[in-house]
């Protein structure tokens, strides 16, 4: 079965460049969710979208912006980068916005920021 | 205040020996879900489970099991018979009906470390 598909896999940058991370959710699936994990600490919740619009917002910096396409893949663009940055970044589907009813909630592979 | 504790950071056991993993979780809704996730070396988050809080039902799945107690808002998982590919990050995690499922709440992990 399809997963959630998430690139680049590893992304290498520089303070105060600019990144572009991509998600492809499941097939039919209309909700992204965005997750931040730094270095040996839990995922946060960043930002989420239902059917192309933001549906819910977490902990996400002003530098970072989302947005979902019509083909309900999404990107998290980061500017200004800071080394605080470094993390592995992780999406999440599911077939509605509220994401814990659905009897599995999948993530991505994740991909894995460094900011040098 | 945290709503989801995973008290013990680290457990370092020997192959074969059982392990419980203690979560403890915090909310004021009636209705919530509550999840486990894997996190192997190699990043990515693995679904284990999902229960929701109306379903008190321990459930077994092969050497994992759980053991779901509204009492003691507690939602443990013991590995039996551990092996090295346990070795992982768990992560409990809790979904509110006031985010209206939409977000995942996570603990700060467990690390295991299943020796040969």
């Known amino acids: 079965a399809a997963g959630v598909i998430q690139s680049p896999r590893h992304l290498i940058k520089e303070k105060r460049e600019t990144a572009t991370l991509k998600c492809y959710p499941i097939?039919?699936?209309?909700?992204v969710y965005w997750y931040q994990q730094g270095p040996g600490q839990d995922p946060q919740f960043l930002i989420s979208f239902y059917e192309k619009m933001q549906s819910d917002k977490g902990s996400i910096p002003d530098r970072f912006s989302a947005q979902q396409f019509s083909d309900y893949h999404s990107e998290l663009n980061m500017s200004s980068l800071e080394l605080g940055d470094s993390a592995l970044y992780f999406c999440?589907?599911?077939?509605?916005?509220?994401?814990?009813?659905?009897?599995?909630?999948?993530f991505g592979s994740g991909t894995q920021l460094s900011v040098l | 205040a945290q709503k989801v504790t995973q008290a013990q950071t680290e457990i370092s056991v020997v192959e074969k020996e059982d392990v419980t993993l203690d979560c403890v979780y915090e909310t004021r809704d009636t209705t919530y879900y509550l999840f486990w996730y894997k996190q192997p070396p190699s990043g990515e988050l693995v679904f284990l489970i999902r229960r929701n809080s109306f379903d008190e039902q321990n459930e077994i799945s092969g050497r994992y099991s759980w053991n779901f107690q509204k009492s003691t808002s507690s939602f443990n998982f013991t590995i039996t018979a551990s092996q090295v590919v346990d070795s992982a990050v768990y992560f409990c995690a809790l979904s509110e009906a006031n985010s209206g499922y939409s977000t995942l709440t996570f603990g700060k992990g467990t690390m295991l470390l299943v020796s040969p």
């Open positions: 999440a589907s599911s077939l509605d916005p509220r994401g814990a009813t659905n009897e599995k909630l999948f």
């Open positions: 097939p039919r699936h209309d909700t």
